[in-house]
């Protein structure tokens, strides 16, 4: 079996910087023809030039035929710092990180009153807001106790288009439902696994993310959005390489990776379902649709040949451990084909 | 401040085998007068014999100061395995393992309606019951789906003193309340940590055991029952060493090592909370109180001078890395004193 692929977009994407970036970038690239790319590197990407040497750096890794789609870290930009960051057409949007709930977030909102200002200039500019949607809470409760703030964001800010990223309970998407302005992302390892995966026989760092991964009633809600088309759930990989010393070890990142092979798997998981229809809106569609994205040309075929996913990926003195490492899974690309250089 | 401790027992340990057992018995000799030891060696501790082996071991281990009360491995033992256990001085009760829900419960049990004949001639001899009571359900439902069995056990054999062994959320104190034949264990680090503390920032090895550590709300609710002297709530640690390379890797086993500094950090948790007067009841007086047991008589004092957990316990070509490794904890011992040769 066959399904070819449009221009795959990964919706959410950390791929870090320097040497990090060299290895992870051209993963991501082989597959997709674009992602939107978190800011949270040290210090965290808050203006235009960073941004745009960011974007530089990411080109220089993965070529011309893979598009960036650029953020930025929210602390108070105002309508200035928005002007020159929208100059750059590789722009995208800024990311909400509550402080100190994910990795390098250090620098993140603490009071949402405070922001007013950028998310009102936001809205009328038409730049989306995209949220780690986590409170300080009991880390099964995290998610479900920031839905107020989303719910409220939703409502004080109609025009503003809200992602939630990487969701992950079934109430997230009940809420998704609610407001017009509310869109999503969803991750590969919250389609697949739950917490009986990361803690419930060994514990298993590869699949440790934020948030985490939940109950398993959450799992398959979130798969049946995704499986039967929901129009603005989307995929956002939420891939995170971090060196195989901080994943084993005795205080172990968080981060999944999963960019090399996420579309593959995915494959399979439609596939199974009986879903591969809706593969194309998941992964592309439901985003152009969204955000009027112009991703570059690039067709993946994907077909149900097992893939071996490798115990580690290196390069450039980095390792990473990916998710499922060492494990088969059941479908692989046959022949990416890229497009010309159609990259933005 | 100082505290003196009377003859502290540890009603549920985990010594292993061979170097480990080497290693750990002494570290648990060191501060308890006695240890109930668990049978999940590979194979499993099933028979009288292999119980009497394996407390010759412990004593090679770590001298006649300390007491090894054994316990065998519940299969589908009779009333004439249970005579021959019986007949052995150091003979305590039988630990039922639902079969795979923790390290080494492979040949644990499958269906409670076939050990019926066992638990009849257990209540007839007064042989305790020991309980891992979890389904093999949602990790963090596990327990609390395990009390209609501790239910039907307690109202089938009310004659049989059954063990709810490490406790881990408030229901299963609720229960506790509910029937005279059922007592508790709790661990240290299921009165100290919730899964915010294993999974809520980074993710640490370190605290991962069987049952998962819960909620908030369940861990106050047990620091509450320990901490105010709950007459059927006992300490037993469930230290379990595992090989380093087993902790620190992609597939990190089940077991939190924690008796060589549990009476220091317990002294600790119960003077913080004003309440040292109790900590005698929960370390040695309710097991006295509900099992008649004879302790070799050991005074330990306890003196909140500031103690430094070793960041690994090394020996015998064996390495273990306990709860807490490297830090510093509030209390100390000052003088273990061990007594005569009273051990049985």
């Known amino acids: 079996m066959q399904i070819a692929i449009e221009s795959p977009i990964d919706m ?22 674009g992602a939107v790319v978190m800011p ?36 108070d930009q105002g309508e200035r710092e928005l002007l020159a960051a929208r100059s750059f057409s590789n722009f995208f949007g800024l990311k909400l990180y509550p402080a100190g709930v994910t990795t390098n977030s250090g620098g993140g909102v603490l009071r ?18 995209l949220v780690h949607g986590e409170s300080r809470g009991f880390v099964m409760d995290r998610e479900r106790e920031f839905l107020a703030v ?9 025009g503003l288009t809200i992602s939630m990223e990487h969701i992950t309970t079934a109430a997230a998407l009940r809420l998704l439902d609610e407001y017009e302005n ?34 398993p009633e959450d799992r398959e809600a979130l798969c049946e959005a995704a ?66 994205f112009a991703p570059p040309v690039k067709r993946v075929v994907l077909t149900d040949v097992p893939f071996h996913i490798p115990a580690l990926y290196r390069g450039f003195g980095e390792s990473v451990v990916p998710m499922g490492a060492g494990e088969w899974i059941p479908w692989s690309v046959s ?4 497009g010309a250089s159609a990259c933005g």
Chains 1, 2 share one sequence.
């Open 40 to 75: 949270n590197l040290l210090p965290p990407v808050t203006d235009a030039a960073a941004m745009e040497a960011y974007a530089r750096r990411i080109g220089a890794a993965c070529g011309p035929d893979f598009r960036p789609w650029m953020t930025l870290f929210l602390k």
């Open 12 to 33: 959410h994407l950390h791929l870090r910087d320097n040497a990090m970036l060299r290895l992870a970038a051209p993963l991501s690239a082989e597959t997709f023809a």
């Open 335 to 338: 022949a990416p084909l890229p």
């Open 227 to 292: 499986l039967n088309g929901h129009p603005r759930l989307m995929f956002g990989s939420d891939s995170a390489p971090h060196p195989r010393s901080n994943k084993e070890c005795l205080g172990c990142a968080a981060g999944v990776f999963t960019a090399p092979f996420a579309l593959q798997r995915l494959a399979g998981l439609f596939a199974e379902a009986g879903r591969l229809e809706n593969l194309q809106a998941f992964v592309s569609g439901n985003a152009r649709c969204i955000y009027g």
């Open 112 to 129: 949402f009153d405070r922001i007013g200002r950028t998310l009102a200039v936001m809205q009328e500019m038409g730049v989306p807001l």
């Open 182 to 215: 509310l869109v999503a992302t969803v991750t590969l390892q919250h389609l697949l696994f739950t917490l009986d995966d990361l803690a419930g026989g060994l514990l298993r760092p590869e699949l440790f993310c934020k948030p985490v991964v939940k109950r």
């Open 150 to 158: 989303y719910r409220s964001l939703a409502e004080q800010y109609p």
